[in-house]
C-alpha cells in the first residue's frame, strides 16, 4: 500500500488525475465506484449526499491516529456504511464530488488530510464549510463550489490555478498557489511576500469587526496592532490572547509545528496557550471490543502522553486529568467550560482547536475554532489568518417562558431557512436586543455554542452588567477593567441579515435526528416516540444552569410519584469540576443518584461518541442535550436534540415529552 500526493501547482494550472468519485445518495451507485471499477458520467441531476460531516470523514476512533494512516479510514463513518477501509486509497480517487455543506461539523483536520493522503487532489461540493475549506487550503487540499469543472477535468484538461482562488481573499489564495499554509508563511517571515495592506476607512462597525479591527497586525516587523477599520472581506493577520488545544488534536498539531519549523521550535508566549485533556477521558468504558482488538485502546491513550510531553518540554499549562477524594474524578473540565470559567475575556481574541470554541463569545470576545495546522502555524507566530465575516444579527425581545430555554431559541433558530440552505455558512451570530439582559451566561452560552450548528464562523454576544457580575464573582476581576474591555456595535453597523425574535413565543424544540437543523415543536412530533437514553452533558448540556433543569425536572417527577421509565437510562455529566462542585453543593448530585440517574464525572463524552451515554444498536433511540446529532454522532442510533427539561421528562415518560406530561 502507498500514499500519494498531489501534484505541484504550477503556472499555467494544474491537472487533476485519478478517478471522480460520486457520493451518491443511492448507496450501489456508489457501491459500484468503489468496489467495481464504475466510472459514472456527469449529470448535474444526479443526488447526492448533502451535509458531509468531518465525523463522517474520520470518526471519533480514527482521529486516534495523526499520520499517513488517516487515509485508509477516509470516509468509513459516512452513512450507509458503504465505504470500508482502503477503499479510498485504493479507488485511485482524485476528485470527490457530494452536495451541500460538506465538512459540516467538528473542525477535525484530520478530515480532508485523510483525503489528501489518500491521493485526492480535489474536492468539489454545491457549498464548502468554513473550517473545513480553511482546512483544506492549509494542507494544499484544492476546493471548489463549480460543477463545471467535472467535464473539463473528465477530459484531462488542465485548470489553471485561478479556478480554485475564485472568491477568495488575498491571503487564501496565496495559501492555496503556495500549496498550504507553512508554505506561504515561510515566504512571510521571509519577506518574500505580504499580506496587502488594509485600507478600510472608518466605517459603524459590527462587535466582531471592532475586534478584529483591534487585533489586525498593522506591522508585522515591529508587532503594532490595529487598524482604523476592517469590512467583511478583508484579509488579515490578527493576534490571538488565548490558544488552546485538546488531546484530540495536539499531537497533530505538534507534529505539524515540527514538521514546519524544525524539531526545536519553540512555542511563542506559552502563558498564553493552553492544552486540554477532556475528550477521550472514559473513552475505555464504551470502546468497542472490535476496536480493542484493533489495538485503538493503546493509540487513543498515547494521545494523552504525546499531550503531557509537549505541554512540559513548552511550558504549556495542561488541564488535566483529577483525583477527588482519593478517587478518579474525570477532567479538570471540557475546554468550552474551562475557557470561559477561567481564561477568555471581553473584547478578546480566542482561537481553539475545535469548532465549539465559539462557546467564548458568550463573554464579548471574538472566539472561533481553527486546524491543527492553523493552531501549529499560530504556536509561532501567535497569529491567525482572518477573513472578515459578515454577521447576522439576532435580536431578542421579551422573556422566555416557564419550562422553555436557550436550547429552544437555538433549535428554531437554526430551523429557519436562511440556515439550512447553507446561507448561514461562514457567518458571525451576533446576540443582542433587550431579550438577552433576561438570559444568564450559562444560557447565553448556549447560543454561542450552538452557532457552528448553523454553519457560522462564531457567535457573539454583548458584553453588559450581567457578564461583568459574572466575571466579578467568578473570577474575583476588578469591575471597572471589565467595564473598560467591554465593547457594542456600532450604531449603523451592517448586517447580511436580521432576526426579530420574541423570546415569549419559542415553544419547546426538537431537533430530529440527522442535523441540529432539523427543528420542530414538540407538539408536533407523535406522542409515541419511544426512548432508550436520555443524555444530559456535554459543554452544551452540562453547565450550572442545565443542572438547575435538570434538578426541577427530576423534583416534578417525584412528586409526582414517578420513577425513570423501564428500559431507559438516563445520564447527567458534568462540564467541569467547578460544575459538579454547584451541583453538590444544591443537592442535586444526591437528589440524581437517588432518582436512579447515572453521573459521569467532568469530560466530554457520548456527545463526541467517547463516554457512558452513547448507543450501540442503530435501532436504539437518544433524546440528548448535546449540539450535534449528525449520524454516527453519540453511536449508531437515532439522536433527537432537546432542552435539558425534556431530556429528563423523556427518561420519566418513556418516550420524548416534555414536564408538563408529568
Known amino acids: 500500500m502507498t500514499t500519494t500526493t498531489p501534484s505541484k501547482v504550477t503556472a499555467p494550472g494544474v491537472t487533476i488525475r485519478g478517478r471522480i468519485l460520486y457520493l451518491t445518495r443511492d448507496p450501489e451507485l456508489l457501491r459500484a465506484q468503489l468496489y467495481d471499477g464504475v466510472d459514472l458520467a456527469f449529470d448535474p441531476a444526479r443526488e447526492l449526499i448533502d451535509n458531509i460531516s468531518t465525523d463522517e470523514l474520520t470518526p471519533g476512533w480514527v482521529c486516534y491516529y495523526y499520520d499517513e494512516t488517516l487515509a485508509r479510514y477516509c470516509l468509513v463513518g459516512l452513512r450507509g456504511n458503504v465505504v470500508k477501509k482502503d477503499a479510498i486509497l485504493d479507488g485511485g480517487f482524485g476528485v470527490i464530488v457530494s452536495g451541500r455543506s460538506k465538512g459540516c461539523g467538528s473542525s477535525r483536520e484530520t478530515a480532508p488530510y485523510s483525503e489528501l493522503k489518500a491521493g485526492v487532489q480535489l474536492v468539489i461540493a454545491k457549498n464548502i464549510e468554513k473550517i473545513y475549506g480553511q482546512n483544506c487550503q492549509n494542507i494544499g487540499l484544492l476546493t471548489s463550489t463549480d460543477f463545471g469543472l467535472i467535464p473539463r477535468i473528465a477530459a484531462g484538461e488542465p485548470l489553471p490555478m485561478t479556478e480554485f482562488q475564485r472568491g477568495l481573499d488575498p491571503i487564501s489564495a496565496g495559501i492555496v498557489a503556495s500549496g498550504g499554509l507553512f508554505a506561504f508563511n515561510r515566504a512571510r517571515l521571509a519577506g518574500e511576500i505580504a499580506p496587502p495592506e488594509l485600507g478600510t476607512p472608518a466605517r459603524p462597525m459590527t462587535l466582531s469587526e471592532k475586534i478584529i479591527a483591534r487585533h489586525a497586525i498593522a506591522d ?6 490595529g ?4 469590512k467583511p472581506g478583508d484579509a488579515l ?3 490571538a490572547d488565548v490558544r488552546f488545544s485538546h488531546e484530540y488534536v495536539t499531537p497533530m498539531a505538534e507534529s505539524l509545528f515540527k514538521m514546519g519549523l524544525g524539531a526545536e521550535a519553540r512555542i511563542a508566549e506559552p502563558d498564553s496557550v493552553f492544552a486540554f485533556r477532556d475528550h477521550l477521558t472514559f473513552l475505555d468504558r464504551v470502546m468497542p471490543e472490535a476496536h480493542v482488538r484493533m489495538g485503538l485502546r493503546e493509540q487513543a491513550a498515547s494521545l494523552a502522553t504525546v499531550q503531557e510531553s509537549f505541554a512540559k518540554r513548552q511550558g504549556v499549562k495542561l488541564y488535566g486529568e483529577v483525583r477527588r477524594d482519593g478517587k478518579d474524578a474525570g477532567s479538570a473540565g471540557i475546554c468550552h467550560n474551562v475557557v470561559v470559567e477561567e481564561l477568555a475575556l471581553p473584547g ?4 481553539g482547536t ?7 463569545g458568550v463573554l464579548g470576545c471574538f472566539a472561533f475554532g481553527v486546524g491543527s495546522t492553523d493552531m501549529a502555524n499560530a504556536w509561532f507566530t501567535r497569529d491567525i489568518r482572518v477573513r472578515v465575516p459578515e454577521s447576522a444579527r439576532v435580536e431578542l425581545h421579551g422573556r422566555l417562558r416557564d419550562g422553555v430555554s436557550a436550547k429552544d431559541v437555538m433549535l428554531f433558530l437554526l430551523a429557519d431557512e436562511f440556515f439550512k440552505s447553507g ?3 461562514g457567518k458571525v451570530l451576533e446576540f443582542g436586543g433587550p431579550g438577552v439582559a433576561h438570559l444568564s451566561i450559562d444560557e447565553r452560552a448556549t447560543l454561542t ?6 454553519g457560522g464562523f462564531t457567535g457573539i454576544c454583548e458584553a453588559d452588567e450581567v457578564t461583568v457580575d459574572w466575571l466579578v464573582a467568578e473570577r474575583g476581576l476588578d469591575r471597572e477593567r471589565l467595564r473598560a474591555l467591554r465593547l457594542a456595535p456600532d450604531a449603523g453597523a451592517s448586517y447580511c441579515k436580521t432576526f426579530a425574535i420574541d423570546l415569549a413565543t ?3 424544540m426538537v431537533a430530529t435526528p440527522g442535523d441540529p437543523r432539523n427543528g420542530v415543536p414538540l407538539a408536533d412530533l407523535p406522542k409515541d416516540l419511544r426512548i432508550d437514553i436520555a443524555y444530559g452533558g456535554s459543554c452544551t448540556g452540562g453547565k450550572r444552569d442545565d443542572m438547575d433543569m435538570y434538578a426541577a425536572v427530576v423534583r416534578r417527577a417525584q412528586q409526582a410519584g414517578r420513577r425513570l421509565a423501564p428500559g431507559v437510562r438516563c445520564y447527567i455529566q458534568f462540564g467541569s469540576q467547578r460544575i459538579r462542585d454547584y451541583a453538590e453543593a444544591k443537592g442535586y448530585v444526591k437528589l440524581f443518584v437517588a432518582s436512579g440517574i447515572e453521573l459521569i464525572d467532568p469530560s466530554c463524552g457520548a456527545c463526541i461518541k467517547a463516554g457512558p451515554g452513547v448507543s450501540d444498536r442503530a435501532e436504539q433511540v437518544t433524546v440528548s442535550a448535546i449540539n450535534r446529532n449528525v449520524p454516527g454522532r453519540s453511536g449508531p442510533g437515532q439522536v433527537y436534540l432537546a432542552s435539558p427539561h425534556v431530556v429528563v421528562a423523556s427518561a420519566f415518560l418513556g418516550r420524548l415529552g416534555s414536564p408538563d406530561e408529568l
Open 220 to 225: 508585522a516587523k515591529t508587532g503594532r496592532l
Open 227 to 230: 487598524v482604523a477599520a476592517v
Open 237 to 239: 493577520f490578527a493576534r
Open 348 to 351: 478578546q481574541l480566542v482561537i
Open 354 to 360: 475545535d469548532s465549539h470554541t465559539c462557546m467564548a
Open 423 to 425: 446561507a448561514g455558512i
Open 449 to 454: 455554542n450552538m452557532a457552528v450548528e448553523a
Open 506 to 508: 419559542i415553544p419547546p
